[in-house]
């Protein structure tokens, strides 16, 4: 009886962990059909409405899933050090899962984005990788998102673990700047800021990156959901698991 009370009292401590009403797969079901229509418009977009680049030809089609890559690779690392900044005043379980989550997609994202890259550098520079500022700064910012999944894979689900990655995590979150604004600091060979600038794309390239833009926004937004679902019944085991032994 004692056995099935703290199993009964676990699952109630994580279930209080969930949207009022189970709106979990509400809001997977909602994310999901945003994400499949406006992928679809994207792709529409990308290969059909948009004209082909007169300098860089079909190769130049990479940049409409390249940027979007690389924004919520970016955004996802913020997303990791926010919520270790909360954590190391107010700890919570949930803060430490969306951490775990944000820096799982992230680097997923952020692999993506330097694959792309080194597929449109090879035509166009010549070299599939070059040592330039954004880029280095870039495969920095992959390499801190291994060191804090390394560093939490060896630490477990403890709060000495997340308090380590909460570190890191606001540690790496100054790289971010520092990719944004490198091709205004320093002379490379990356391409500088396409959009805003008056000339620079024409309207329908445009237009077809911002819609590209809010499609990979609400597919990492939706792999998020899972991710965090994720972490939450993984905790949830090994507090069953940690009972029962």
Do not use: C
């Given at each position: 009886?004692?056995?099935?009370?703290?199993?009964?009292d676990?699952?109630?401590?994580?279930?209080?962990?969930r949207?009022?009403?189970?709106?979990?797969?509400?809001?997977?079901?909602?994310?999901?059909?945003?994400t499949?229509?406006?992928?679809?418009v994207?792709l529409w977009?990308?290969f059909?409405?948009?004209?082909?680049d007169?300098l860089?030809g079909?190769?130049q089609?990479?940049?409409?899933?390249?940027?979007?890559?690389?924004?919520?690779?970016?955004?996802?690392?913020?997303?990791?050090?926010?919520?270790?900044?909360i954590?190391?005043?107010?700890?919570?379980?949930r803060?430490?899962w969306?951490a775990?989550?944000?820096?799982?997609v992230?680097?997923?994202?952020?692999t993506?984005?330097?694959?792309?890259?080194?597929?449109?550098?090879?035509?166009?520079?010549g070299?599939w990788?070059?040592?330039?500022?954004?880029?280095?700064a870039t495969?920095?910012?992959w390499?801190?998102?291994?060191?804090?999944l390394?560093?939490?894979s060896?630490?477990?689900?403890?709060?000495?673990?997340?308090?380590?990655?909460?570190v890191?995590?606001i540690?790496?979150?100054?790289d971010?700047?520092?990719?944004?604004l490198?091709?205004?600091?320093?002379?490379?060979?990356?391409?500088?800021?396409?959009?805003?600038?008056?000339?620079?794309?024409?309207?329908?390239?445009?237009?077809?990156?911002m819609?590209?833009?809010?499609?990979i926004?609400l597919?990492?937004?939706?792999?998020?959901v899972?991710?965090?679902?994720?972490q939450?019944?993984?905790?949830?085991?090994?507090?069953?698991?940690a009972?029962?032994?």
């Amino acid at each position: 009886m004692a056995l099935a009370k703290q199993i009964s009292d676990t699952e109630e401590r994580a279930a209080s962990t969930r949207p009022s009403g189970g709106r979990w797969p509400l809001i997977s079901l909602i994310l999901g059909g945003l994400t499949a229509l406006t992928l679809a418009v994207a792709l529409w977009m990308i290969f059909i409405y948009t004209p082909v680049d007169s300098l860089q030809g079909e190769t130049q089609r990479i940049f409409y899933f390249h940027v979007p890559t690389a924004w919520v690779g970016m955004l996802s690392f913020i997303i990791l050090a926010v919520t270790g900044i909360i954590y190391l005043f107010k700890p919570d379980a949930r803060l430490d899962w969306l951490a775990r989550a944000a820096a799982e997609v992230g680097v997923v994202f952020l692999t993506i984005t330097l694959i792309l890259g080194s597929l449109w550098g090879k035509p166009i520079w010549g070299a599939w990788w070059v040592w330039d500022a954004r880029l280095t700064a870039t495969l920095i910012l992959w390499f801190m998102y291994v060191g804090y999944l390394m560093l939490r894979s060896y630490m477990g689900r403890t709060n000495e673990g997340a308090r380590a990655g909460a570190v890191i995590g606001i540690i790496g979150a100054i790289d971010v700047p520092i990719i944004y604004l490198s091709v205004s600091w320093w002379r490379g060979q990356h391409p500088v800021a396409q959009v805003g600038v008056q000339g620079a794309l024409p309207p329908q390239a445009t237009l077809t990156l911002m819609v590209a833009l809010v499609a990979i926004t609400l597919l990492y937004a939706f792999m998020m959901v899972q991710a965090y679902q994720l972490q939450r019944l993984q905790a949830l085991a090994q507090q069953l698991r940690a009972i029962v032994e």
